[in-house]
């Protein structure tokens, strides 16, 4: 192919941008290899599409039927569309992206049942569960609101707050919007699969984490995506809204952090005051240490010892 037949395939590129039909796979691919760089990306796009229109093109084809770059850059768009369907763009989109942006929606979902929390509280003061039931009742409730979240997000706007704020979107394999059954299913693996339903947060959380990363770089897709048949692709996103998402990201993470290890805190002392609380009901002595005779079962039978005498203070016989 001579350089007046590259001329008019970069002809036929420029027309598809000026039209706005890029090919978004390709375009994200571009945008990470080129590290999110707006200029690299475009440059890289345009050379690897006119590698492919030149490998796509009919050798059989006449001179005369490529000579007008307007006549034919609808089709050639159509025809690229058809032979890489949307389900290539999941491999294109960057991990952390993809990781900043659940942290973005996993702070979001923790201060509303945060604030939640705190109102119903506020608004029952007297009532009242123990330690145990008040954490399977907040997972349980955050669980929920999480799932809920998620599917209502991507089944009405294909996104959530944390996937637009890096340019993603959830889509079908042909690149419809999910319906809620489907997006329900694809937030409930995310939820086990991906985060191990956050149990044991964050310990457990960073080797789902790590196993997904591993998965993705690997295989270009995620155990979620194909339980659920979807894709994952990635909008043009500037340097400056990247790392403004991933300070928010990592401001809400190191949040949901400190407020986990509070809330562990607050469970333990919790759990000792009603522990402390049953050892009274039994009859249990809680306002002195027993001694060792006392602990093991030695102590001379037919009297406890006196406070005098487990803490060594009693007079001596004469």
């Not at 090919?23 to 945008?31: I, N, R, S, V």
């Not at 119903?120 to 409730?141: I, R, Y």
Request: with cysteine; glycine share 10%; net charge positive.
């Amino acid at each position: 192919m001579n350089s007046d037949d590259d001329t008019k395939l970069y002809a036929i590129v420029a027309k598809e941008l000026s039209i706005n039909r890029r090919e978004e796979g390709l375009w994200t691919k571009a945008f990470a290899l080129e590290n999110g760089d707006e200029r690299a990306t475009k440059a890289r796009y345009i050379r690897e599409r006119v590698d492919f229109l030149k490998r796509s093109r009919n050798p059989g084809r006449g001179q005369d039927e490529s000579t007008s770059p307007d006549t034919h850059a609808v089709p050639e768009v159509a025809h690229q569309r058809k032979a890489v369907p949307p389900v290539g763009a999941t491999v294109q989109v960057a991990p952390w992206a993809r990781f900043f942006a659940r942290t973005i929606d996993l702070g979001v979902v923790t201060v509303l049942v945060f604030v939640a929390g705190v109102a119903m509280e506020m608004s029952l003061p007297t009532w009242s569960l123990g330690p145990l039931q008040a954490v399977l009742l907040g997972f349980l409730v955050f669980g929920i609101a999480l799932l809920a979240y998620e599917a209502i997000a991507l089944s009405e706007f294909g996104t959530t707050i944390g996937k637009a704020a890096f340019g993603l979107r959830i889509r079908t394999e042909r690149g419809g919007v999910l319906d809620t059954a489907s997006a329900f299913r694809r937030a409930f693996w995310v939820w086990v699969s991906g985060n191990g339903c956050y149990l044991a947060f964050p310990t457990a959380s960073v080797f789902f984490w790590w196993r997904g990363y591993r998965l993705l770089k690997a295989t270009g897709s995620t155990p979620w995506d194909k339980r659920a048949g979807t894709a994952v692709t990635q909008g043009s996103v500037g340097s400056f809204r990247f790392l403004a998402g991933a300070s928010v990201s990592v401001a809400l993470l190191v949040g949901t952090l400190l407020l986990a290890t509070l809330s562990k805190q607050a469970f333990k002392q919790e759990f000792r005051a009603a522990t402390s609380i049953l050892d009274q009901l039994h009859g249990t002595p809680t306002r002195r240490g027993l001694s060792d005779e006392e602990f093991f079962g030695a102590a001379p039978s037919g009297r406890g010892l006196s406070d005098e005498e487990v803490f060594g203070t009693a007079a001596a016989k004469q």
